[in-house]
Each structure stands twice: as structure tokens, then as C-alpha cells.
């Protein structure tokens, strides 16, 4: 069986500064980085904890998923992250499975990561991500 792990949870916020106050400040979470990603419109705020992270997710752009994420159900938890070793897999087994997928084939970082959805209808209501580190 393949080593699966939770790489982070995304959470859609509306202010950014706001969030910060609490994951950062009153919480205690390391602000490592906030990175803007322009393919998807998206400023991300990377907050570690001791065996994942947090990330922080502030749309840049009026028509994102993420802006139209927040603008119909507001702020909170976007998706889970799962790490997996070879995605291709991943998601083959989750085909065979019946499972929708929302990416036909990965999508690619300019890091290298690549990543790939789960439809939330296939995962009880969940956003579930596959992410595979370069």
C-alpha cells in the first residue's frame, strides 16, 4: 500500500492580515512564506505545524475558483492536501474505483509539484487534493 500523508489544509480566507492575527499571532503557527501564484489568482500564506502546514488562501482575481469560492460560501476550510508518492497511480486507483476526478491528468507547479483534484461528490463532501513533491 503507498505511504500517504497530509501535506497541508487550505483555508480560503478574505483577509489575509486578519487570518494572520490568528494562525500566526494567537495560535503560534511559523509564517514561512506568502507566495502570490498569478496562473491560479491566488496569495498563499504557508504556515507550518509539526507534521504539515496551513495554508492560507486570499484570491487576487474577481473570476478565480477561489474568489468564487469565497464569494459563495464565504471563508473556511477549502480542501485537504494528501502527499503521494506517484500521483499517475494515485489517481489510476481512484478511477478503477469509480471516483471522480476534477483533473484528467496532473497539473504542474512551476516548482515542479504536481497536483490533482478529487471531485467533492466521490469524497463525502471533501475537496480532496493529490500533490506529488518534485
Not at 20 to 44: K, N, T, Y
Not at 47 to 70: C, F, K
Request: net charge negative; proline share 4%; charged share 25%.
Amino acid at each position: 500500500m503507498p505511504r500517504i500523508a497530509i501535506d497541508h489544509i487550505a483555508i480560503v480566507v478574505s483577509d489575509m492580515d486578519a487570518a494572520l492575527g490568528f494562525w500566526q499571532h494567537a495560535l503560534g503557527l511559523e509564517l514561512q512564506r506568502i507566495e502570490s501564484i498569478p496562473a491560479e489568482e491566488v496569495d498563499v500564506a504557508f504556515l507550518e505545524t509539526e507534521n504539515a502546514h496551513v495554508e492560507l488562501l486570499l484570491p487576487t482575481g474577481e473570476d478565480s475558483g477561489i474568489a468564487r469560492y469565497l464569494a459563495t460560501r464565504g471563508p473556511g476550510m477549502h480542501h485537504l492536501c494528501l502527499a503521494v508518492t506517484d500521483i499517475e497511480a494515485a489517481m489510476g486507483r481512484l478511477e478503477e474505483a469509480g471516483i471522480e476526478l476534477i483533473n484528467e491528468r496532473p497539473r504542474q507547479r512551476g516548482d515542479g509539484t504536481r497536483y490533482a483534484f478529487v471531485h467533492p461528490k466521490s469524497s463525502g463532501g471533501v475537496l480532496v487534493e493529490l500533490y506529488q513533491k518534485a
